[in-house]
């Protein structure tokens, strides 16, 4: 129920495709996050223009509200959230370890108390596995302990070698979940480390000792170390990689860090920052790089947000109303920032599929990056 084909190559980004029950997923892809079942302010319509092909969901979060046998007993999240196309719900592993107001980290699994009421729950790895199979996700996570960023070598390698056991358990649950019927999930391990090139190292090698996997995932990075840590442990994996798996970096989907990834050989993203940037105020646009909507100098400015975008935002509204909305503080302008931001990612990952199909994904990724780069930084001096 997975299979994964490399369409193109140029240097270490390459093109695919994926193949899940519900649809495929072309990639280099942006993953929209849809923590509780829903993108915030989104609906399926809209997700649809946009052109996701694949959204993502938390074990966490739908563990606590509404809850998995709930999400089960109404056709698993596909039906109870009326979306036909591909799903992925992460472990919860980092929710765990952010969110929870009180954990306590076992070799059984993590203790937490909940974010919402404060009630105390287990997450083991076996648990996991039992909530994401009664979600019905196409892609599921194993569970992982996340290391905080900049973590020192005896705390990464302790998350590291935790993780490692911990996929063992997840393995070995699942298959005992999907002895009554054909597999329709595939679970992806995920690779912890920290900053520390060589237990990444370790940990892919030890990975592919353990079991023969479709795919796999990068977790613990863009937690708060440098932009130049993370390249670094990219940089490593990269000799390294199995050639036909798909390689997910967790959490990442800021506009130049994703092309910077794919020229790394990264194919699945995801992020909230479009949808919390949105929120905000804050949108990212092709030739300014990112713009503060609420700015005084947008209150005549009758131009679309991004002339070079073709989302439903910029094909109707200008700077100038957008800028309105916000400062009046109506939720329509949230709406439309967070469409507008949505599409400009999947919009993104489309242009360096087209760039690398096409053999001038060096020359373009270096254009683009130092253009975007450059408006940003010309747009923080106007906003100071």
């Not at 002895?179 to 990975?207: E, N």
């Not at 990724?365 to 450059?374: G, I, P």
Request: glycine content about 10%.
């Amino acid at each position: 129920m997975f299979a994964y084909t490399i369409t193109s190559e140029a240097g270490a980004a390459r093109t695919g495709r994926i193949t899940l029950p519900h649809g495929t997923v072309e990639t280099p892809a942006f993953m929209p996050v849809g923590t509780q079942g829903t993108v915030k302010g989104i609906t399926r319509e809209e997700l649809f223009d946009i052109g996701a092909e694949i959204i993502l969901a938390n074990t966490y979060h739908l563990y606590l509200r509404p809850g998995h046998e709930l999400v089960r007993e109404r056709g698993g999240l596909h039906g109870f959230m009326s979306w036909p196309r591909p799903l992925l719900t992460d472990s919860g592993g980092f929710q765990v370890f952010s969110l929870a107001a009180i954990n306590r980290i076992e070799e059984e699994g993590v203790w937490f108390r909940s974010h919402i009421d404060g009630s105390r729950h287990l997450f083991t790895p076996e648990r996991v596995m039992d909530i994401q199979h009664a979600l019905g996700a196409d892609i599921i996570m194993a569970f992982d302990e996340c290391a905080p960023g900049g973590a020192s070598r005896a705390v990464a390698m302790a998350a590291h070698e935790r993780t490692l056991r911990w996929l063992e358990r997840c393995r070995r649950r699942l298959a005992e979940l999907t002895t009554a019927g054909p597999a329709v999930q595939t679970m992806l391990p995920i690779l912890q480390g920290s900053t520390h090139p060589d237990l990444r190292l370790g940990a892919l090698r030890r990975v592919r000792e353990i079991g023969d996997w479709p795919g796999v995932a990068v977790g613990g990075l863009s937690v708060g170390e440098a932009k130049a840590d993370m390249w670094k442990v990219l940089e490593a994996l990269q000799p390294e990689w199995p050639r036909d798996w798909p390689r997910y970096l967790m959490g990442v989907g800021y506009p130049d860090d994703m092309i910077e990834a794919i020229a790394r050989g990264i194919d699945l993203f995801d992020c909230v920052a479009p949808t919390r940037n949105g929120r905000n105020g804050t949108a990212w646009v092709e030739e300014d790089g990112q713009v503060n909507v609420k700015a005084a100098r947008f209150r005549t400015d009758d131009r679309p947000l991004d002339p070079a975008c073709d989302c439903y935002t910029c094909r109707t509204y200008s700077r100038a109303y957008l800028r309105h909305l916000v400062q009046a503080g109506e939720l329509l302008a949230l709406r439309l920032l967070s469409i507008h931001n949505l599409r400009f990612m999947v919009r993104l990952a489309a242009r360096a599929r087209d760039a690398i199909r096409s053999g001038t994904f060096a020359g373009w990724s270096t254009e683009w990056l130092a253009r975007f780069r450059a408006g940003r930084q010309r747009e923080g001096r106007a906003d100071e």
